[in-house]
């Protein structure tokens, strides 16, 4: 039985997350999701809103996951809980140099190789931040977030 994590903020989860989700549950026996607190990042939604959405996609797409928050390194969660592999997205050659580093530390830090995961080019653009900044000015993303947490997204960060 393989195992992996895919670790994010996920603030909010987007349909590119949701791309890499599916394909690793596919490549995967059993899949874990983290939702972690990034210090680098300010969170529009909390940590425990972040969870609830990913429940809910995970849910409507049928899809076998555990859901987790953390608060520390990947390594040790994966080490704690015998995980084969890490798994990221990757967008652009920006993100594949960014999660290509990161690969190298988690490697070295607790043994656990990288799956890096490109996304469809229809999608590439999407991200967190940029979806943050629409729903800052009240902008449509529909286009950018799965549908059952549209409304989570609509009503801003309550929470």
């Known amino acids: 039985m393989t ?5 994010g903020t996920f603030d909010p989860f987007t349909v590119g997350h949701l791309e ?5 549950c596919k490549l995967f026996d059993e899949v874990h999701v983290l939702i972690g607190k990034n210090l680098q990042k300010d969170s529009l939604f909390s940590a425990e809103k972040r969870e ?5 996609v995970a849910d409507v797409n049928n899809l076998k996951v555990q859901v987790s928050l953390f608060d ?3 390594t040790q969660y ?4 015998s995980i084969d592999a890490i798994v990221k997205g990757v967008r652009n050659f920006t993100d594949f140099e960014y999660e290509n580093s990161q690969a190298f530390f988690n490697s070295k830090l607790g043994k656990v190789p990288t799956v890096l995961i490109p996304t469809s080019p229809e ?3 999407v991200s967190s931040t940029s ?3 629409l729903i800052n000015f009240n902008a449509d993303v529909s286009e950018y977030v799965p549908e059952c947490i549209l409304a989570y997204v609509t009503e801003g960060s309550n929470g």
């Open 72 to 74: 520390g390194l990947i």
């Open 52 to 56: 609830e959405m990913v429940r809910v």
């Open 78 to 81: 994966c080490n704690s809980h």
């Open 131 to 133: 979806v943050r900044q």
């Open 123 to 125: 999608i590439e653009y």
């Open 20 to 24: 890499i989700l599916k394909t690793t």
């Open 3 to 7: 195992t992996a994590v895919f670790p």
